[in-house]
């Protein structure tokens, strides 16, 4: 079974920062494309950024390139999400997801399996 618990979120300022985990079986941890997807208030679920088993590739959404940088660290089984200059606009429901194939992130794919998300709110 594939479980991933995230946690992290919270109340920031426009231009503050804040780091997501999400923590995740060992076997999921090394099999797994593992990423985040967020969905904001009367929006579509949107991809945020995706990073390889390895941890060697990341990819990340344009709105947030420069400012969100995606880790994942294999001796905790944990991935990380540093947000950073966060805007309000950055305000929404954050998923951890995971899937075998990076093709799960493209265009109108979802990821097969998903954590339960975490609320981050950006006031301005």
């Known amino acids: 079974q594939v479980q991933l618990v995230e946690s992290g979120g919270g109340l920031v300022q426009a231009g503050g920062s804040l780091r997501l985990s999400c923590a995740a079986s060992?076997?999921?941890?090394?099999?797994?494309?593992l990423g985040w997807f967020r969905q904001a208030p009367g929006k579509e679920r949107e991809f945020v950024a995706r990073i390889s088993r390895s941890g060697g590739t990341t990819y990340y959404a344009d709105s947030v390139k420069g400012r969100f940088t995606i880790s994942r660290d294999r001796s905790e089984n944990t991935m990380y999400l540093q947000m950073n200059n966060l805007k309000p606009e950055d305000t929404a429901v954050y998923y951890c997801v995971g899937d075998l194939s990076t093709i799960s992130y493209t265009g109108r794919n979802s990821p097969k399996y998903w954590g339960q998300g975490t609320q981050v709110t950006v006031s301005s």
């Open positions: 060992e076997r999921t941890f090394t099999g797994y494309v």
